[in-house]
């Protein structure tokens, strides 16, 4: 397989990434299954060295797993599936980036952190142009569109952000407006979020619509008005000495943008968060 640039097999290494290509719910247009493999085959086109963060992903164990085959068409085994290899191929000390796949795919994820990192401490900070908050889409209560549902339900409402969000219907609005859970994309909120959360554990979601189509196109269900690249990376530094236990990267659906310049994108959102989590 493919590992993405620096990473290793070695499964004592702090730091891992663990790939999961499933897109069994999306509603439009399919293709994140691919996503795991082009990003870690883009990362080779990137510096291992980030001038931003002055650190170098040589200087820090990464272990990179293979990828299981996954059932396309049962999304309920699939979380199944993910959850139980989490559980078995994750040592208790490890620092995951998982690479995704639907967005569906953080709640297997985080029901691990939570066992491991208990739930009454943990946030969970999504960046999105989604809500994700629906109770149920076109009658499955498991989609993409219900996963932060999901994980407010895991980590409660009041510990749960979301940037970027520009998209969701009348009734996410309003329960995310009641719970307070929206923050704007500045880095001045961030910074505030940072100081708030403090040293307790954080799960870092990102959903790569955030992006405008402009900076990323190859995405499932892009929307327009999206943050700038620049300003992603700036907002993602703002949690640089928090204690990120885990983040993901979400919705790349990397044949739909026959430029690969999307690949490189998501990889460099990955870059960005292992240095991030190595520096703990």
């Not at 293709?31 to 795991?36: A, I, K, V």
């Not at 510096?47 to 309920?76: F, K, Q, S, V, W």
């Not at 809500?131 to 219900?146: C, I, K, V, W």
């Not at 983040?247 to 690949?263: F, H, I, N, Q, T």
Request: hydrophobic letters at 40%; a negative charge; charged letters at 25%.
């Amino acid at each position: 397989m493919t590992r993405f640039m620096a990473a290793e097999a070695d499964r004592t290494a702090p730091l891992h990434i663990l790939g999961h290509g499933f897109d069994g719910t999306v509603s439009f247009r399919p293709g994140t299954r691919f996503g795991p493999d082009a990003i870690r085959s883009a990362s080779y086109g990137l510096e291992t060295y980030d001038p931003l963060l002055n650190r170098d992903l040589e200087d820090y164990d990464i272990c990179d797993h293979e990828d299981p085959e996954l059932p396309m068409g049962d999304a309920r085994r699939v979380l199944k599936l993910v959850e139980e290899r989490c559980r078995r191929d994750l040592p208790d000390h490890a620092r995951p980036v998982f690479l995704g796949g639907e967005h569906l795919l953080t709640l297997p994820t985080l029901r691990w952190v939570v066992d491991n990192h208990g739930g009454d401490k943990l946030w969970v900070v999504q960046f999105d142009a989604h809500a994700d908050m629906r109770d149920e889409y076109l009658g499955n209560p498991l989609s993409h569109a219900t996963v932060m549902r999901h994980a407010a339900e895991l980590v409660g409402f009041d510990h749960v952000r979301q940037i970027g969000i520009r998209s969701g219907t009348r009734e996410e609005w309003e329960l995310m407006r009641r719970n307070k859970t929206l923050v704007d994309a500045r880095i001045e909120a961030l910074q505030q979020l940072r100081e708030t959360i403090g040293d307790d554990p954080v799960y870092i979601t990102v959903d790569l619509d955030v992006l405008d189509p402009s900076v990323l196109p190859g995405t499932g269900t892009p929307e327009p008005g999206g943050i700038s690249f620049s300003l992603l990376q700036e907002l993602l530094h703002c949690f640089d000495d928090a204690n990120i236990v885990a983040a993901d990267v979400m919705e790349l659906a990397p044949g739909l943008d026959a430029s690969g310049v999307s690949d490189v994108v998501a990889a460099k959102v990955v870059r960005s968060l292992l240095l991030m989590m190595a520096a703990r």
